[in-house]
């Protein structure tokens, strides 16, 4: 009768405020608070030099992806909702197993991008959250969550630590992982009825404008996603004019495409609210690389093309064949872009056209 | 017949125009036009700097506090446009109020941080606006701005300037205050037929999605809001760390707390729109303190509780024992976790946690 | 039968990655990345220093403009998307041609200010855009944008280089060349049955809050679009400390006189959310010159004032007698407040207030 889900929040914060206070260290000797990373400039300066970046990720990840997935009528306020509960977990949490991962046994000290990589952790479960919107609990998410960020942690700190891979903008770290991770669960989940109840996944007009908040937004600060954690000076910059010009050259593509097959050329809203995202993805991880701008706009068109036939003819496959009910479809959105995005990355680092840029992990 | 809210509204403006016509200093001669706080900046570099920190607090007067009202479905456009009619005023006269008092017989000079000030005066009239919405008119919050922003002011000066003490994400000042304020206003316009209407008081599905825009943003960019007038380097690194992690534990004790007082376990969403920033407010006094970030994570904790019982209990109890009709439910928001800010304040400065931050004033 | 509009898509963005191909040069080599305005910073502070305006830009290009015209109850969902359409293909072709004129048959270089430009040309068309929504379809739109942004990009070079004026915040440039620009493509496309469908132009309750979005995000940052491209130091104060304080009165008078002139003294939504916006537009000349603020209160003041009365009586003239149909009334907001920046930016510079701003161009 009683919900365990306000146990398990109320044990779950307690946890980590414990943990807190045993591994994190205190503020007051702060003052190897940064990381070396930004050069020419003090610790003191480093801060709030990158806070402006963190907010706009801050935004992506609460107000973007909290209203993209308003989409769907029947979950509007619950993927808002526990959008905010699952992000505010999962910072809190991703701190911690970050802190353990990187501080190799000292204290782990808070900095501007300690806070970044939070954030990023929590995208993650964010994506997965898509593909397993209305098949879960909170209290399955809250586990899922704790869950999936250890998991994330210990892939990403193989990738870039261990493997020393350049995913600056982690296409496939955290937009295919988190894809095929929520694919993978929503596949555990997956129960018959799912397929007949699509009058639930049906969008309507209002929703429909409430989604295109997360788009925007999700679509204005992306540059600032595949930056923030960027060396400081020209790749940094890179990274934020690659993204700008990959997400303008998508839209086009997401477009022409969504309306060549959509019925009678009619733009399909779904195609716009997600696929207009397909360049941020895919350009994630050869951002920071010195690629020439148009090779950015050739990958961005490719993902918005991509994405759309994602849509249209491979989500409702998995569906059918593959019995995985996508609820989001975020395999069209961050799994197949991320898959191009590593890729492309493979592309842009054989063909040498960085050879200077060997090893930018993502911390 | 005639309204008298035009011409009091241009009466306002042409006065204030007037004023600054006297009172504010040349733009011309403003080489001083910077305090001397950002330490290790000439007074042009400070200026930019801080102004990202400006348009967050900017985005949560405007965004934020006008959309948050937006839960009442009766009152949604009204609360918008109030809001901005409210803020716009509140900011010129908060220059010229905390100018006087500042300046000492001076010109006025305008800087970033008189905007931010300014910007904050305006907040505690939103605050109490909550208090009072549905039950006053335009001209009637004409002029409750222009007092309690005098009010205000001096009541900021006299605790910051005078009593020396440290206040810096305004807790007491402006939290606190605010409530307090408007729920005296509220007592003195209560009818009995306000306890009667409460069908104006429901929400409803989309009012409670554009609440969350509000919601979101006042969230996201609260760090802004506490950080923003400490004192360059450590203590504004802190300000933002310790709000970070004081709003996301405040988050899961916020739905904890709602789903056990609930029926069946139900998330009120009146509770995940509001008690989840209650951390915000709460770790506002202490916030550029070198505590802990454990102990803002234990603050947001108790707020967030204590905010969803306030709701539960002491908001229907104001309106039938006290006769304060709390509209927005303000006390449970800004008044409960402004004083359990005050005390977090004093018992941070009592265990001398802090033994180096004697007197940080708002300005 | 099948719509040309998704191969036209295709095609110019075909087009513009093989002209950004051959005319952008190689990121690797841009140690001239950057424009030599920032003082006192190497070439690499400069970017991230503007990061955070052009941020702010940014939303009010693909928030500000595609939620500002939700208000129209039919067009919401197409003003929204064809907003991000438009200003996707306008920032990618606005960095072609406006890099063309600047760069003097050299490669063009992308920094902080083209971007922040290229933004500035997609502005042009989406003010156009809204005198003629509804009467346009997306082909059309793609042309049209493809047309004007070079003809301002042209119009801004002459105006800014060659004539040497000065109009930072693009009063006259973007807002009154907009508004007049969509004014005669709309007095072409008039029909007799526009008259008559006013049912389509009709708000409604939902509708008016997500125009608030809009009206709220370009509002607040207003002042960074006034100030972005101001020379650093100084200037770029002013111009945000004007803008701010224009934009302030501006929502005093726009208030007052929505309910001067309204049904009983009731505010006229349709007011609210564009005439609170014509401050920024007015002080857009002389925002950057050493005026004093309340002389920005003034020609804010006048701004709200006078685009009231636009929507109230010049907009159904201009149906009536000119046969033009302003479906958004872009006369009252970007027009007439167009026209009084451009006299407010002569009587600066006559008045010799500003003898020392002679010449600040666009880029």
Redesign the interface.
């Given at each position: 009768?009683?919900?365990p889900?306000?146990?398990l929040?109320?044990i779950?914060?307690v946890a980590?405020?414990?943990l807190?206070?045993l591994f994190?260290g205190?503020?007051?000797d702060?003052n190897n608070?940064q990381q070396p990373n930004s050069t020419?400039s003090?610790a003191?300066d480093g801060?709030?030099?990158l806070?402006?970046?963190f907010?706009?990720v801050?935004?992506m990840i609460?107000?973007g992806f909290?209203?993209l997935m308003?989409f769907l009528k029947k979950y509007?306020?619950s993927s808002?909702?526990i959008n905010?509960?699952i992000a505010?977990?999962g910072?809190?949490w991703g701190t911690l197993v970050q802190g353990f991962l990187h501080s190799r046994g000292e204290k782990i000290h808070?900095?501007?991008k300690n806070?970044i990589n939070a954030d990023f952790s929590t995208a993650t479960v964010l994506i997965s959250f898509g593909a397993v919107l209305g098949k879960i609990s909170?209290c399955q998410m809250l586990i899922m969550t704790i869950i999936e960020i250890a998991v994330f942690a210990a892939n990403e700190h193989l990738v870039t630590e261990v493997f020393m891979a350049s995913d600056i903008g982690a296409s496939m770290t955290i937009h295919a992982f988190g894809a095929y991770f929520g694919l993978a669960v929503a596949g555990v989940l997956y129960r018959p009825g799912l397929r007949r109840g699509h009058d639930n996944n049906e969008s309507m007009?209002?929703s429909?404008?409430?989604a295109?908040?997360g788009t925007?937004?999700l679509?204005?600060?992306w540059p600032?996603f595949n930056s923030a954690l960027a060396e400081?000076?020209?790749k940094?910059?890179?990274a934020?004019?690659n993204t700008?010009?990959s997400?303008?050259?998508c839209?086009?593509?997401a477009?022409?495409?969504s309306?060549?097959v959509g019925h009678?050329?009619k733009?399909d809203?779904v195609h716009?609210q997600n696929a207009?995202l397909a360049g941020g993805v895919a350009v994630g991880t050869c951002a920071d690389m010195?690629?020439?701008?148009?090779i950015s706009?050739?990958i961005g068109?490719i993902a918005g093309m991509v994405s759309v036939l994602g849509f249209k003819f491979v989500t409702p496959l998995f569906a059918t064949k593959l019995r995985i009910h996508d609820t989001c479809g975020v395999h069209s959105l961050h799994g197949l872009p991320g898959v191009i995005g590593g890729l492309a990355g493979i592309g842009a680092v054989a063909l040498e056209v960085s050879n200077r840029t060997g090893c930018i992990g993502h911390m």
């Amino acid at each position: 009768m009683t919900s365990p889900f306000p146990f398990l929040a109320i044990i779950l914060e307690v946890a980590i405020i414990a943990l807190f206070g045993l591994f994190v260290g205190d503020e007051q000797d702060q003052n190897n608070y940064q990381q070396p990373n930004s050069t020419k400039s003090t610790a003191v300066d480093g801060f709030l030099e990158l806070y402006p970046l963190f907010q706009d990720v801050h935004v992506m990840i609460f107000v973007g992806f909290g209203f993209l997935m308003t989409f769907l009528k029947k979950y509007g306020f619950s993927s808002v909702g526990i959008n905010l509960l699952i992000a505010a977990l999962g910072l809190q949490w991703g701190t911690l197993v970050q802190g353990f991962l990187h501080s190799r046994g000292e204290k782990i000290h808070v900095g501007i991008k300690n806070m970044i990589n939070a954030d990023f952790s929590t995208a993650t479960v964010l994506i997965s959250f898509g593909a397993v919107l209305g098949k879960i609990s909170p209290c399955q998410m809250l586990i899922m969550t704790i869950i999936e960020i250890a998991v994330f942690a210990a892939n990403e700190h193989l990738v870039t630590e261990v493997f020393m891979a350049s995913d600056i903008g982690a296409s496939m770290t955290i937009h295919a992982f988190g894809a095929y991770f929520g694919l993978a669960v929503a596949g555990v989940l997956y129960r018959p009825g799912l397929r007949r109840g699509h009058d639930n996944n049906e969008s309507m007009y209002h929703s429909d404008l409430f989604a295109m908040i997360g788009t925007l937004f999700l679509w204005i600060f992306w540059p600032s996603f595949n930056s923030a954690l960027a060396e400081a000076g020209d790749k940094q910059h890179w990274a934020i004019v690659n993204t700008y010009f990959s997400l303008a050259a998508c839209v086009l593509t997401a477009y022409a495409f969504s309306s060549l097959v959509g019925h009678r050329g009619k733009l399909d809203m779904v195609h716009i609210q997600n696929a207009t995202l397909a360049g941020g993805v895919a350009v994630g991880t050869c951002a920071d690389m010195a690629i020439h701008p148009y090779i950015s706009m050739i990958i961005g068109s490719i993902a918005g093309m991509v994405s759309v036939l994602g849509f249209k003819f491979v989500t409702p496959l998995f569906a059918t064949k593959l019995r995985i009910h996508d609820t989001c479809g975020v395999h069209s959105l961050h799994g197949l872009p991320g898959v191009i995005g590593g890729l492309a990355g493979i592309g842009a680092v054989a063909l040498e056209v960085s050879n200077r840029t060997g090893c930018i992990g993502h911390m």
